[in-house]
T-cell receptor, first 114, second 112 residues
Framework: SAVISQKPSRDICQRGTSLTIQCQVD?????MFWYRQQPGQSLTLIAT?????????ESGFVIDKFPISRPNLTFSTLTVSNMSPEDSSIYLC???????????FGQGTRLTVV | GESVGLHLPTLSVQEGDNSIINCAYS??????FIWYKQESGKGPQFIID?????DKRQGQRVTVLLNKTVKHLSLQIAATQPGDSAVYFC???????????FGKGTRLSVIA
């Protein structure tokens, strides 16, 4: 499967600021997704990053808070805006080659908001 | 939506024993299932998958069983090793261009 490079791997941010997380895939992928993982919990889907158009957000997540870009088939960014301590979590990007295929993941970004 | 904030269930096994991790899935339309292993500080890694037209699939030291009648998956790890200590997630999908949906996860702790 393809390899995803995600950065930063971790960051400590002040409340009220924004952080942009980047994911670069080493080959073109059909689909890219962003997940959040709270400590000790499973992965929750934030949104599907659509190439060349607005992302598709899951219930409870909105574009103003989590703007996403996907300018091409190998790159995507997630911004966590106007951060609060409740945004402290691990954020993961994922790629997938169409339906019925495994998804592969970046190593995650551990975000702490103080 | 978000899971309620509870600790992951933990399975503790002796090194060398077999481990069985269970998962219940929710969508009867799902036709593709995957097990992932997540070590601390890393993203989930693919272990093994199975399609709905099968009820068993074997890999190296791992076997996945699928029971569609009761919507249940299990992952069996033979001769569990300390390196198997991690959190294990099942995920379900269908043939459309949709994201995976993850189960709650189980923490496997191997006792040397």
């Amino acid at each position: 499967s393809a390899v995803i490079s995600q950065k930063p791997s971790r960051d400590i941010c002040q409340r009220g600021t924004s952080l942009t997380i980047q994911c670069q895939v080493d080959s073109q992928v059909t689909m890219m997704f962003w997940y959040r993982q709270q400590p000790g919990q499973s992965l929750t889907l934030i949104a599907t990053a659509n190439q060349g158009s607005e992302a598709t957000y899951e219930s409870g997540f909105v574009i103003d808070k989590f703007p996403i870009s996907r300018p091409n088939l190998t790159f995507s960014t997630l911004t966590v805006s106007n951060m609060s301590p409740e945004d402290s979590s691990i954020y993961l990007c994922s790629g997938k080659q169409g339906g019925g295929a495994e998804a592969f993941f970046g190593q995650g970004t551990r975000l702490t908001v103080v | 939506g978000e899971s309620v904030g509870l600790h992951l269930p933990t399975l503790s096994v002796q090194e060398g024993d077999n481990s069985i991790i269970n998962c219940a899935y929710s969508n009867s339309a799902s036709d593709y299932f995957i097990w992932y292993k997540q070590e601390s500080g890393k993203g989930p890694q693919f272990i093994i998958d199975i399609r709905s037209n099968m009820d068993k699939r074997q890999g190296q030291r791992v076997t996945v069983l699928l029971n569609k009648t009761v919507k249940h998956l299990s992952l069996q790890i033979a001769a569990t090793q300390p390196g198997d200590s991690a959190v294990y997630f099942c995920a379900e999908n269908n043939r459309g261009n949709t994201p995976l949906v993850f189960g709650k996860g189980t923490r496997l702790s191997v006792i040397a």
